[in-house]
């Protein structure tokens, strides 16, 4: 064999193994679990309130919260204002685990008022927020076993829950506001 396809072999060689890592960036890190027993600990934890971190992990290129809230009952008299939150960086996905409500959603708010950048739910669990009252917005009914994605910045909130709603729910944060590596103080097991 010539120097040049020798060299050539070597060459389409080097790049076909530099390939995948060029293509994909960094090896991506570890899974991590978040398992019944987590979310059961930090729903039993006697701290926090609806809205509990369970843990952020850090995915390369963004962190992903996981969170569980819990919600009791309540029931908005007709044409009472709606009250809800917006969080400015992070989207949520709820994944309801029990019980079902009606879940208002929109972009159209009065009376924006920010959270205190300092409150735990802000530098742990959500990021920059803000309550508001709603002007319309979509309602719809969920129950266990419903998906909802909520994109950064739409206002989020509860018209109507006849008894309770637990949902889990993911925090994609592609600008890092999240403390990655956050994991619950109820959750005993060390991270995997």
């Not at 390939?19 to 398992?35: M, R």
């Not at 390369?60 to 009952?73: D, E, I, M, R, S």
Request: charged share 20%; hydrophobic share 45%; proline share 8%.
């Amino acid at each position: 064999m010539s120097a040049i396809k020798r060299m050539s072999s070597r060459l389409g060689s080097a790049v076909l193994v530099a390939l995948p890592a060029l293509c994909w960036g960094q090896k991506p890190p570890a899974a991590v679990d978040v398992f019944k027993a987590d979310i059961d600990a930090v729903v039993a934890a006697p701290e926090g309130g609806a809205d509990r971190q369970i843990k952020v992990v850090d995915v390369g290129k963004l962190n992903v919260g996981v969170g569980v809230l819990t919600q009791g009952a309540r029931k908005t008299a007709a044409g009472e204002p709606v009250a809800g939150i917006s969080h400015a960086q992070v989207t949520e996905v709820y994944y309801v685990l029990s019980g079902s409500g009606v879940l208002i959603t929109g972009t159209e708010i009065d009376g924006p008022v920010p959270l205190a950048a300092d409150s735990e739910v802000v530098k742990v669990a959500v990021g920059p927020s803000l309550r508001a009252t709603f002007m319309g917005g979509e309602r719809r009914t969920v129950s266990a076993g419903d998906v909802v994605v909520i994109p950064a910045g739409v206002l989020h909130g509860w018209v109507e829950i006849p008894d309770q709603v637990r949902y889990l729910s993911i925090r994609p944060d592609p600008d890092r506001v999240l403390p990655a590596g956050y994991v619950n103080p109820a959750v005993q097991r060390p991270a995997r």
